[in-house]
């Protein structure tokens, strides 16, 4: 079955230090993985994706994300936090053959002044 | 990225009657397209997923005949709630994937209230 995990309901992080979101997922084959970013009352933004290639994706806003494979991981990270950074994140997961997105349960991350 | 609008962002309804919520593509052709539910401070439940000029793919517990979804062009699907109830009202979400992009891109939502 496939499935994404996002083990942290909620991280606070202060302004200015690094941030990871993490996410782990179970799919069959080799993976689509994303990240994905959601205002209140909004629809969701695409950050970045992990296709092939580089383990480490870069994407909007100063994101990226590092693939690793043994530990099915793609954990989020940003290397220093923005108050407006703060929002409910989502990773999911397609698998390469197949339509179908899997989100996790997404992760509400609070950037302190 | 591509853009998605969705429509109407908000409606408020009647119990028992039906409400039609429109998803497009506006410089893309969705080859598939995806709709969300999605209630307060939880994850998408994907309801459902529309490939063009095909029967939509429910997920197991999604009443087709409550939920109809058509995707009769490569721009545009709908969504109509029939004879909704008090506990249908949600955040609904759709999402498209053109046939070149591995991602989806979304809409900004509809929140529907059914009173």
């Known amino acids: 079955a496939q499935s994404v995990a996002q083990p942290e309901d909620q991280v606070n992080v202060a302004e200015g230090n690094p941030l990871t979101v993490k996410c782990t997922y179970s799919?069959?084959?080799?993976?689509?993985l994303f990240w994905y970013v959601q205002y209140p009352n909004r629809g969701l933004q695409f950050l970045l994706k992990y296709i092939t290639g580089d383990n480490l994706v870069k994407g909007s806003y100063g994101f990226e994300a590092e693939f690793n494979k043994s530990q099915t991981s793609f954990h989020l990270k940003k290397p220093s936090a923005l108050v407006s950074d703060s929002a409910l994140y989502f990773c999911a997961v397609s698998p390469a053959t197949g339509n179908q997105f899997y989100f996790g349960t997404g992760t509400s991350l609070t950037v302190i002044p | 990225g591509a853009v998605v609008s969705q429509h109407p962002s908000r409606v408020i309804c009647k119990s028992g009657t039906s409400v039609k919520i429109e998803c497009r593509s506006l410089?893309?052709?969705?080859?598939?397209m995806f709709w969300y539910r999605q209630f307060p401070k939880q994850s998408l439940m994907l309801m459902a997923t529309s490939n063009e000029g095909s029967k939509a793919t429910y997920e197991q517990g999604v009443e087709k005949d409550k939920f109809l979804i058509n995707h009769a062009s490569l721009t545009l699907s709908t969504l109509t709630v029939t004879s909704a109830h008090p506990e249908d009202s949600s955040f609904y979400i759709c999402?498209?994937?053109?046939?070149?992009?591995?991602?989806?891109?979304f809409g900004q939502g509809t929140r529907l209230t059914v009173v």
């Open positions: 999402s498209a994937r053109d046939w070149a992009n591995t991602e989806a891109f």
């Open positions: 410089d893309f052709q969705a080859t598939t």
């Open positions: 799919v069959s084959g080799n993976p689509y």
